[in-house]
């Protein structure tokens, strides 16, 4: 096997544990909006992308990449930047700014202006955490292009 495959390889184990950690935690913090329905929407959306990604690595099919890449750009942005970030990490770092409350200018930019419970915020920014981790792994997983020119010093 070439290098470069088992390079995409291992990127490709870790990016789907990566995602696949985002998905598990959002499914937590929309559970209790959504209850049970957020678990099983979850474990959709990771049983489809763990199916991608185990048959891009079986075949590098480039349209399968795409599709698991999107999906992994839907989840990093939505679940993790606009949910983990935006309406914990950032929520919580203004609420601390202002003495323990939000502004009533600032409350209506988020989905829910109050904080919650510790176990809740601490899902979300570790959201954002995990999401982080993704995108890098996905970003890891783009072919390179190898240079034929190259010399050996």
Known sequence: MHMQENKTNFFS????????????LTSITHAYELGSRALIAGGILIIIMGVLNIFYQC?????????????NAWVIVGFGVINGFWNHVFKIFLTYLHN????????????????????????????FVASMFAAYYI????PKKQNDNTEII
């Not at 184990?13 to 598990?24: D, G, P, R």
């Not at 988020?110 to 959201?127: A, P």
Request: glycine share 8%.
């Open 139 to 142: 970003f890891q997983m783009v």
């Open 59 to 71: 075949n590098t099919n480039k349209m399968l990449f795409v599709l698991y890449a999107l999906l």
């Open 100 to 127: 323990g409350h939000l502004p009533p200018l600032l409350a209506g930019l988020f989905s829910d202006s109050k904080i919650g419970s510790i176990f809740f915020e601490s899902v979300g920014i570790l959201t």
């Open 13 to 24: 184990k870790l990016s789907l544990i990566s995602i696949a950690l985002t998905v598990i």
